[in-house]
């Protein structure tokens, strides 16, 4: 063969490309698509090499498609905060665990980002200089859905409250705080947690970075940087929880105000029990909501800002 597939393709393989990722999520689908079946067909020309028909294999495929890349990844995440959308809008209680409470959407929200994870894996980008890029940014989309998931339910946290002349906590409440601290540990799983931790550690970015480091030494550059942009978005949503915390001991306040009003102006003759003992109640009841529905890291904070 006078010229080989690589050289007969790539100039218009590129062009093309180059074409569609000036459409951006138009052709991300279709252009992703196309490059998982070239890349399925370097595999099988693979075996050519040692064959008088070696001038067919496909040897350079993944530079065709390399701006491409950053518009997967863009069209990933906003399908991606669309399908959260969605989750958030239907959600619905669940038991994850016979102990604590989550809700729907948290568990639709990791298999969205599971399969961000899946689209990373699938890509399995070879250039260490390209992949470096790419890690950096499939990080970034998946903090960004983090967050993102976090600030909705945030959002949605006491909308039912609203106009309540006594506020009583629910499980509504302790389920969004509970969300919102399993999508922390996801990201920044503590010791004791392994168990809700995984999805970073299915990137197996340690052996990424590994590599990084011998081919073209950045790794450990890379490794600074994601750990960071990680610590970043969990201390970002750490923040949220203890914001909501706070609002909800506000939520609090008329409540007990009225009670020692009514304490104020019990009569003549009532003992301290008969006083306090409504007050009591209610304290009573809230806590104990909170403490059988809540992580305990979370409601040990919770009891900290009371």
């Known amino acids: 063969y006078v010229a080989s597939l690589d050289t007969l393709f790539s100039p218009a393989v590129m062009d093309l490309m180059e074409r569609w990722s000036q459409k951006k999520e138009l052709a991300a689908t ?9 890349k399925r067909m370097c595999v099988i020309t693979k075996q050519l090499e040692a064959t008088d028909l070696k001038g067919l294999q496909l040897m350079n495929c993944q530079c065709w498609f390399k701006k491409m890349v950053p518009v997967w990844l863009n069209a990933a995440l906003v399908t991606c905060k669309e399908r959260i959308d969605r989750a958030v809008e239907e959600d619905k209680i669940a038991i994850v665990t016979d102990e604590v409470c989550y809700s729907s959407s948290l568990v639709d929200t990791l298999t969205f980002l599971h399969q961000l994870v899946d689209f990373w894996n699938n890509l399995d980008w070879t250039s260490p200089e390209e992949t470096y890029t790419f890690v950096v940014e499939l990080i970034n989309c998946i903090t960004d859905a983090a967050k993102y998931y976090v600030e909705q339910i945030y959002t949605r946290a006491f909308e039912h409250t609203s106009g309540m002349e006594q506020f009583s906590i629910t499980v509504r409440e302790c389920i969004i705080l509970n969300n919102m601290k399993h999508m922390q540990l996801m990201l920044s799983p503590e010791p004791s947690s392994s168990a809700v931790a995984g999805l970073l550690d299915e990137l197996e970015l340690h052996k990424t970075f590994d590599w990084l480091q011998q081919e073209i030494g950045i790794g450990e550059q890379g490794r600074i940087l994601v750990g960071n942009v990680v610590k970043s978005a969990a201390e970002d949503i750490g923040q949220k929880i203890t914001s909501e915390s706070e ?60």
Do not use: C, H
């Open 30 to 38: 279709t252009s992703y698509a196309l490059y998982l079946n070239t």
């Open 247 to 306: 609002q909800l001991v506000m939520q609090f306040i008329p409540a007990i105000r009225v009670f020692i009003d009514e304490a104020m102006q019990a009569a003549q003759g009532a003992t301290i029990e008969q006083v306090l003992s409504p007050l009591g109640e209610y304290l009573n009841t809230n806590l104990k909501t909170l403490s059988s529905n809540l992580l305990f890291s979370v409601f040990r904070n919770l009891l900290e800002d009371i």
